[in-house]
């Protein structure tokens, strides 16, 4: 390893603002030769990535706990719809996948609260949610049931039906004019946070176990939190958002 020692009198300060309470003293600067391998993995912790679990080959089925699901990850798309292939830094992590495991449910106060999604269900869940694993050669993530955002009844987005207490919204298109008349590039136009609900869900769990319906419905055109849910396309083109009713701020008429 090859060092060069700098010391304050060998640089020179002129030009450099002063600032008081701070005394000269010697600067120590190491340079590394590349060609060595070898690397603190302590230092470099908060820089790796971390991959999917891997469940060893000897274990031939995951059964969640709780109001836990197990998903297999749906495949990543490789091609666009014109046909070009993708590098992998260009791929669209998948939100969606088909529910291959469920839990037993939960309990709130004396009331037992079953799974509302059932095997075989193609579904969509929120982008950060859950704990990836490798399994059987496939990727699957294992989460709570509450992390699911919607069912897919179709293939198409503006079908899905929201889970618990999400809301699906249709956003509106964005403006293409300025109040002026002049015309906008897509880098210059505002993300719109206004939209209209297509779909909800059924409602939260109180304490008693018992759903409480949503104060929106579908049809209302809504004002939303503007960073808040996942943002999907639909085949058409259209853009949806899926989120909590909480972050619905207010009904416009």
């Not at 469940?55 to 709780?66: C, D, E, H, N, R």
């Not at 503006?158 to 298109?173: F, G, Q, S, T, W």
């Amino acid at each position: 390893m090859a060092a060069l020692q700098l010391t304050g009198s060998s640089i020179s300060t002129r030009g450099l603002p002063s600032f008081q309470g701070l005394r000269q003293s010697s600067v120590s600067v190491s340079v590394i030769a590349p060609p060595r391998v070898g690397f603190n993995q302590r230092r470099l912790r908060g820089l790796v990535v971390r991959a999917a679990t891997t469940v060893a080959p000897k274990y031939t089925s995951i059964k969640p706990l709780g109001d836990r699901v197990l998903v297999k990850i749906k495949t990543v798309e490789e091609k666009t719809g014109g046909g070009i292939l993708l590098p992998s830094t260009a791929q669209t992590k998948p939100q969606g996948g088909e529910v291959v495991a469920v839990g037993e449910g939960k309990t709130i106060g004396k009331t037992k609260v079953d799974i509302s999604v059932k095997t075989g269900a193609q579904v969509v869940y929120s982008k950060y949610a859950g704990t990836e694993l490798e399994f059987n050669g496939s990727n699957h993530l294992l989460l709570k049931e509450d992390d699911i955002v919607g069912i897919l009844e179709t293939e198409d987005i503006k079908d899905m039906k929201p889970m618990n207490d999400r809301v699906l919204i249709k956003v509106a298109v964005a403006e293409e004019k300025t109040a002026g008349g002049l015309l906008l590039t897509e880098a210059a136009k505002e993300k719109p946070s206004i939209g209209t609900v297509v779909a909800v869900g059924p409602g939260p769990l109180d304490e008693g176990g018992n759903r409480q319906p949503l104060t929106v419905s579908p049809g209302n055109t809504v004002l939303y939190s503007k960073y808040a849910g996942n943002d999907f396309k639909s085949t058409d083109g259209s853009e949806y958002i899926a989120l909590r009713a909480s972050d619905v701020m207010a009904v416009l008429s």
